[in-house]
């Protein structure tokens, strides 16, 4: 159902806001009646003055992204009382106090623990009954969040959902506005909805990072993504390989105090080492593992995938790191190998198609190769629990080996040589995520074609299925898209600050979780969807 008003049980559904009416007639007890005169007309026994009050009927709470389905009720809504109002959880619902006190926190309530609610309150709870029954489109995520009484129930099947009615409720009443009375069923379209930071070529302190998750979870974003190594820089604190660490890096520490606060707005946060291209930052320290073609010239960022001592290192590392980030996904990377970008990679670079013949047999290439490496680095990580992300010029077509079956494909680009149409990927059955470089690359600098994406034409333009360019695939694949990733680059780290980074990509991390919450046309134009979000 589309989202908006929905009429309650004798109402009929209205836009606009909620509307106190006062009625004048007389032996009126306000109990939210319509106005009209009670039947048999006025009490001669006891007259009265008092008047009635009267509720339009409400319309759904502005919010970003926009609630999916709002039943619309009569009724003076809620708002935050501090002399009186607490935030309460559900007898045996312990595991949602976190939740409670942190909204509780930002709207000046006291947290009640377990209580029966009352009037004023805000009541969190579990709940598998009628109020869960958009688990099987939302799952998890998914919430019911009803205005009744002067009080507030937001029920969900998981704790994720009930944070993402915390949300609402939040926004609702931002800037002293009131929660409209009725209900809210509430689900996104899709399960991915991540924004991902390269911190290897741009360092940002851990206050700019931390400021960004708590956007992230007020527009219930659900992944934040780390690229933490590149050839300039490498970011997070080694033990086994403390060499390659840059001065400007963030302590093992504070990432675990960053992965506390994302998880504690439902986030995970997902890390990537991008091998076997763009680690010139190990093969700085470790120049022996550097690529080089057939005249000892040295390719950029890339490693000799040939050597096993370049396999070691990159395994020591994901090995390490996978306790850091005990979330289910990781990012292997995979892009931009410039040794197959090259027309002849056999003659270019003798030693890998070499290593290919010996491992694949006489009709072995280098992008069999490349493709036994990321299926070596996903048997790495794959013991520890995750599902793992591939950047899509790391699947090659032919050759004598395939990508492994379980990878998901960070489609970003149709721009390397060879691209295939994201089509290809779809009807081999693989799962996608949209990272379309068209709208959802912020790349600093503006290098090449690059230019800084507004959020009004993703808005206006994108939904999910617009994985390249500016054509959707087709809708049979709606469901192997799991969802979209907003991703800010640092190839010219200098040309913004990181204030200018924040300003810049607010109005597009709005528009992105619009269209992963709900990739329909919007209702509200986009003048008013940025009047909104300055509003919030």
């Keep these: 159902m589309r989202r908006g008003p929905v009429a309650a049980a004798g109402g009929v559904a209205v836009v606009g806001a909620v509307v106190l009416a006062v009625g004048f007639w007389p032996g009126g007890d306000g109990d939210g009646s319509d106005g009209a005169a009670p039947s048999g007309g006025r009490s001669a026994a006891a007259p009265s003055t008092s008047p009635t009050k009267s509720y339009a009927l409400s319309k759904a709470p502005a919010t970003i992204p926009a609630v999916r389905e709002h039943t619309a009720a009569r009724g003076p809504g809620w708002r935050p009382d501090e002399g009186k109002g607490r935030v309460v959880i559900g007898d045996g619902d312990s595991g949602l106090a976190d939740e409670a006190k942190l909204l509780a926190g930002e709207l000046k309530l006291k947290y009640g623990g377990e209580s029966d609610p009352r009037e004023g309150d805000v009541q969190l709870t579990l709940s598998d009954g009628d109020e869960g029954k958009d688990k099987d489109k939302g799952g998890d995520e998914s919430y019911t969040l009803t205005v009744k009484g002067e009080r507030v129930r937001i029920a969900a099947p998981a704790e994720a959902g009930v944070f993402y009615g915390t949300r609402t409720l939040k926004q609702a009443v931002s800037g002293g506005r009131t929660a409209p009375e009725g209900v809210v069923r509430d689900r996104p379209a899709k399960p991915q909805r991540g924004f991902m930071i390269d911190i290897a070529r741009k360092h940002y302190d851990l206050k700019w990072l931390e400021d960004r998750v708590r956007d992230l979870g007020d527009l219930k974003y659900n992944q934040l993504g780390l690229h933490f190594s590149d050839d300039q820089a490498f970011r997070i604190e080694s033990e086994s390989h403390p060499e390659i660490v840059s001065s400007d890096h963030l302590t093992k520490d504070q990432v675990r105090g960053l992965v506390k606060l994302a998880a504690s707005r439902h986030i995970t946060v997902v890390p990537e080492i991008d091998s076997p291209g763009h680690l010139g930052a190990v093969t700085r320290r470790h120049p022996s593992l550097q690529l080089r073609d057939s005249r000892g010239k040295v390719t950029r960022g890339a490693v000799d995938i040939s050597k096993p001592a370049a396999a070691k290192i990159v395994d020591d590392l994901l090995k390490e790191y996978a306790d850091l980030f005990p979330g289910a996904y990781w990012h292997l990377g995979a ?80 721009k390397e040589i060879g691209a ?117």
Excluded: C, H
């Excluded at 197959?340 to 270019?348: C, G, I, M, Q």
């Excluded at 006489?362 to 190769?369: C, K, P, T």
């Design 335 to 414: 892009d931009e190998y410039l040794a197959l970008t090259v027309k002849n990679p056999e003659a270019s670079y003798p030693q890998l198609a070499a290593a290919a013949r010996e491992r694949y047999g006489a009709d072995g290439r280098v992008q069999d190769l490349a493709t036994g490496w990321l299926n070596d680095r996903a048997d790495t990580v794959r013991p520890f629990d995750k599902k793992l992300k591939a950047w899509n010029d790391g699947f090659f077509r032919g050759g004598k080996t395939q990508a492994a079956d379980d990878l998901e494909v960070a489609y970003w680009t149709g």
């Design 420 to 536: 295939r149409e994201p089509d290809a990927y779809l009807k081999a059955g693989r799962k996608l995520v949209n990272y379309n470089d068209e709208y959802l690359y912020y790349v600093l600098g503006q290098p090449q074609t690059f230019r800084y994406p507004t959020g009004q034409r993703i808005y206006e333009s994108w939904t999910p299925l617009v994985v390249r360019g500016t054509k959707p695939v087709s809708e049979r694949y709606d469901d192997q898209i799991l969802g979209g990733t907003f991703a800010v680059w640092g190839d010219l780290a200098d040309a913004q600050t990181q204030e200018q980074v924040a300003a810049g990509i607010r109005m597009p991390l709005r528009a992105t979780v619009q269209k992963l919450w709900d990739p329909g046309k919007p209702d509200l134009a986009w003048k008013d969807f940025v009047k909104l979000a300055d509003g919030l």
